[in-house]
């Protein structure tokens, strides 16, 4: 900061406070806060079932807050604010909300009837109205940023599953996300296709997207992450540097957990 005046601080992009998650009587998350600034890359590590697909669903308003409040890029999820009363967003809202927001399941989820190409282009074209040519121009380059000029063509079947899931990010992209959320990416890949997709996350995170990414992947963790947040029971047990929470660890079930990952 060269300024000597008081700026606010930007807008974080997301904001989230003492958010919770009921599904009937279990308590899945539990009073969450957690705040990303533009630009930060995210990881969140903890065991199976500790909330984290959960909380990731719930910053893409796929699913219903039970208490607190998250926003993203500056908008409250779920929600919108009127002379200082909320009220809940209509599902055209919510749609429009939801576009700030890229989404990578652990399964990539392509149209198996589309090639990779239209795969890209579905979402411009069909949900925000991009025309066709413009469109198709936009996935071809962003099939050639995740390494994939060479397979517009193919169909999901022909790919390998780190090429699905490579189509998988570039289709994301394709929406101009402000906001990027990555489920455990590659979990379901062959081990020799772990390294294709990470890279593509590592260029984007080097190109200076915000992302969210629930990963078992250490390596990745350590290296490109601004922040590891790890996660038991529906809480943020510990946050820090990677190099702090991997090297020393303060509380046991991070230590815990750690010691059977690392
Ligand atoms: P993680 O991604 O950390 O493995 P999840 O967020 O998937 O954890 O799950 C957290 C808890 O929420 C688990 O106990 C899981 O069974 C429960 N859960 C997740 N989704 C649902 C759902 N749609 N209905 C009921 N329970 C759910
Ligand atoms: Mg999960």
Same mark, same amino acid.
């Given at each position: ?28 998350? &539990? /009073? ?10 995210? /990881?969140?590590?903890?065991? /199976? ?8 669903? #719930? ?6 807050? %039970?208490?607190?409040?998250?926003? *993203? ?51 411009? @074209? ?5 025309? &066709?040519?413009?469109?198709? /121009? ?5 099939? %050639? ?27 994301? =992209?394709?929406?101009?996300?402000? =906001? ?13 296709? *772990?390294?294709? @997709?990470?890279? @593509?996350? &590592? ?10 990414? @629930? ?9 490109? #992450? %601004?922040?590891? *947040? ?27 957990? =750690?010691? &059977?990952?690392?």
């Amino acid at each position: 900061m060269t300024s000597t005046t008081a700026s606010p601080a930007p807008t974080p992009m997301v904001e989230a406070i003492n958010v919770r998650k009921l599904f009937g009587d279990n308590e899945v998350l &539990k /009073s969450v806060n957690l705040t990303v600034r533009a630009g930060e890359v995210v /990881s969140f590590l903890g065991p /199976s079932g500790s909330g984290k697909s959960t909380f990731l669903r #719930c910053i893409n308003h796929l699913e219903r807050i %039970d208490g607190g409040e998250i926003s *993203v890029n500056g908008h409250l999820v779920g929600y919108r604010r009127h002379h200082g009363k909320k009220y809940e967003l209509k599902p055209k809202e919510v749609a429009a909300a939801r576009r700030d927001v890229g989404m990578v399941f652990q399964r990539f989820n392509l149209f198996p009837h589309l090639t990779a190409l239209q795969n890209v282009m579905e979402a411009p @074209v069909f949900v925000k109205g991009v025309p &066709k040519a413009q469109a198709q /121009s936009r996935a071809r380059e962003l099939l %050639d940023r995740v390494g994939l000029a060479d397979k517009p063509a193919a169909y999901p079947a022909q790919l390998s599953g780190g090429q699905q899931q490579r189509v998988a990010i570039a289709r994301a =992209l394709a929406m101009e996300p402000a =906001l990027m959320l990555f489920d455990e990416p590659t979990s379901a890949l062959d081990p020799e296709l *772990v390294g294709e @997709v990470l890279d @593509v996350m &590592k260029s984007l995170a080097a190109d200076g997207m915000t992302m969210i990414v @629930v990963t078992h992947e250490i390596g990745f963790a350590r290296e490109v #992450c %601004d922040r590891v *947040v790890f996660m038991d029971g529906g809480v943020i047990v510990e946050e820090g540097k990677p190099h702090d929470i991997f090297s020393n660890p303060q509380h046991a079930r991070t230590k815990s957990f =750690l010691s &059977k990952v690392l």
